[in-house]
């Protein structure tokens, strides 16, 4: 984002010596290009996986963004392409989302096989040195890949509003549940308990629980909702479930608290006041890693990085500049 020197001699001393520009494997393929702006696919064993480069001649080492979900597309993501003025913003949908290909085997999407695809991606688009941004689900997805794989050249994470331990995160939602008006509750505990999620009293009790918690702006944002309408039904319920408040999917025992402190580059943790992924569990979270930043976002939710804008953008620079 922001790169800070200490004199006008460092300053040229950047502009002289530059970053390597993005460099493709034979992978990559449909490429197209317009301005500053590339995209294509990506050739895997399992299908291909579509990716968008905004600001390929920028300097700065490049931003990799992994998208929540599971499932979800990365249209909003697009507050974020105004980083893309100092340094690469690689945005990529997962298999079996947005763009990408949608293999019928539910078996290939696992925790394990998107830490692979994370790599996979770093290696088609030449991504030697990067920073990764992880939202939701793709915090915790960032995290688990830094974990597992121990891969060089990863210079920071930011974790937005990250899934890092199921069981705290259902605790949480259930926390917030509870805040709500007794018919509410009702609604959600009647729900859990017919495995009925689909009538018209749910879906009602789960919007005005997700004006709350998951995005505060009314209405919502087109590029928000243009994720949600593309979001992979079959992807979100094998890997978490119907339901809000219970994971029956795949990621039900997910926890990474015990190996956070694994984590040895520069961690920038966000969240929102009212987020689901609490300001009390980034906090504990963040305890866990020695080098670590916290930022809680005043009058945001889940999607804080879509409510406010300004304020996510100026920190991310900020905390990267720092860096490079």
Not at 175 to 200: C, F, H, K, W
């Amino acid at each position: 984002m922001i790169l800070l020197f200490l004199s006008v001699v460092f300053v040229y001393a950047a502009l002289c010596i530059t970053a390597q520009p993005v460099k493709y494997d034979a992978s990559v393929v449909n490429i197209t290009e317009k301005g500053e702006d590339t995209q294509g696919y990506i050739k895997t064993s399992s299908g291909r996986i579509w990716f968008k480069i905004a600001g390929i001649n920028s300097k700065k080492t490049p931003l990799l963004l992994l998208n929540g979900g599971p499932g979800v597309s990365h249209d909003y993501f697009e507050p974020l392409l105004v980083l893309s003025d100092e340094r690469p913003v690689i945005f990529y949908d997962p298999l079996g989302c947005g763009n990408s290909d949608k293999p019928g085997d539910m078996s290939q999407y696992s925790v394990e096989s998107y830490v692979k695809e994370v790599g996979e991606v770093r290696s088609a688009l030449g991504l030697s040195d990067v920073h990764i941004l992880g939202q939701s689900w793709g915090g915790g997805l960032a995290a688990a890949y830094f974990i597992s794989e121990k891969p060089e050249g990863v210079k920071s994470l930011i974790l937005s509003s990250p899934l890092l331990d199921t069981k705290r995160w259902i605790s949480d939602q259930k926390s917030y549940l509870s805040e709500m008006p007794e018919n509410i509750q009702e609604i959600v505990r009647i729900a859990e308990e017919t495995g009925v999620y689909d009538s018209e009293d749910y879906q009602d009790a789960l919007n005005e629980y997700y004006s709350l918690h998951l995005c505060r702006l009314d209405p919502w944002p087109p590029l928000f909702i243009d994720s949600l309408e593309k979001l992979s039904i079959s992807v979100y319920m094998h890997m978490w479930g119907p339901s809000e408040f219970t994971c029956t999917g795949t990621l039900q025992s997910f926890n990474l608290t015990a190996n956070l402190s694994e984590i040895g580059v520069p961690v920038l943790f966000i969240c929102g006041e009212y987020d689901e992924a609490t300001p009390s569990a980034i906090s504990h979270f963040a305890g866990f890693v020695d080098n670590s930043q916290i930022l809680i976002i005043k009058d945001a939710s889940h999607l804080n990085h879509i409510e406010k804008t300004d304020e996510y953008v100026k920190a991310v620079r900020e905390f990267l500049g720092d860096l490079d």
